[in-house]
């Protein structure tokens, strides 16, 4: 009989060391990339140098890239079945980045890119040059290693259109040298909100911290944030994203973290206020950050070292092979 040998699609996604993680991250990627550890060929990076487009202090950056991996670790990712890998150790990726530069990315579509006008607001003219270039390297990141699969939150989903245009710009010229990779959103929790504006998303670098819940948050503080998390006018407990965008955006946290979707909590809640919904939330919260934690204080920094050492020498080998064939075609070799 013939045997049949399965090719597992490749996925690629990564999270800045920018800021305390928190439990958008958790649910909008992290969560979901757990789960796709079975059925694909999984690389997850810590983009250290995507992180360094805005202000990082040495030291912070040093110990939030090991804080970084032991998240993944302790959320489930699993180095026996996934790569590990930190994005400056592989240096291909900022050589990919150059050249996609020069062929496949144009301004025009680096002027479209929100995040970008976010996070520069009202200063774009005196913001890095590599904040603008922000999306041409996670461009190379993805297209280095065959990516088919990106497992993001909703606000990543242009950029990963951005890898597609320059893939397909790319290939037009120099013939079938990279995949098109595709996005993939959770239809639930991709977009969890700020805590006390809930029009925001909910982001590891706000400035102010009571917006977020973060994964490494002291337990007691994290209870007090959801005690405080702003409501909407009226006291049912409705999910409806138009007249209630607060409430919907805790209905989908307590979901994501508890046990019970959100249909059937509307049906649990009726007739209670807000407060009772608040306090049983708050009790999902702890528990969820409780045994988090937990995982989390008993990943050493010798293992987390060990595990990007060996997520390193595994990446290096596909992408300097991808590197050594993009050279050919653009005739530097
Ligand atoms: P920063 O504020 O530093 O830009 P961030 O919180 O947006 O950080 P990223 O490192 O940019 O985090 O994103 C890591 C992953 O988490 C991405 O896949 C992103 O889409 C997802 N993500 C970030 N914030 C949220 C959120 N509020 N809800 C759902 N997913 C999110
Ligand atoms: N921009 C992403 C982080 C990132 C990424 C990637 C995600 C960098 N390179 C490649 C997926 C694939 C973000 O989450 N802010």
Known sequence: MEKKIEIKKTIFSGIQPSGN???????????????????????????DYHAITVKQSPEELRRRIIEVVKIYLAA?????????????????????????????????DLNKMTQFKDKAGENQESVSVGLYDYPVLMAADILLYNTE??????????????????AKRFNNEFGETFLIPQAVIKQEGARIMSLLD???????????????????????????????????????IEYDLEDKPALSNLLTIYAQLGTREIPRLVKDYRGKGYGDFKKDLADVVVKFLTDFQKKYNKISDDKVIKIL?????KVEKLASAKMEKVRQVIGVR
């Open 149 to 166: 699969i990106v497992p993001v939150g909703e606000d990543q989903k242009q950029h990963v259109e951005l890898a597609r245009d320059i």
């Open 76 to 108: 489930g990712i699993d180095p026996n079945k996934s790569i590990i890998f930190q994005q400056s150790a592989v240096a291909a990726h900022t050589e990919l980045a150059w050249i996609l530069n020069c062929y496949g990315a144009r301004i025009a």
């Open 198 to 236: 809930p029009k925001k998303k909910m982001s590891k670098s706000d400035s102010n911290q009571n917006n977020c819940i973060g994964l490494l948050d002291d337990i007691e503080v994290a209870r007090k944030k959801i005690m405080r998390a702003v409501t909407d006018s009226g006291s049912e």
């Open 309 to 313: 050492e060996a997520g390193r020498k």
């Open 21 to 47: 993680l928190n439990i958008g991250n958790y649910i909008g990627a992290i969560s979901q990339w757990v789960k796709m550890q079975e059925k694909y060929n999984c690389i997850f990076s810590i983009v």
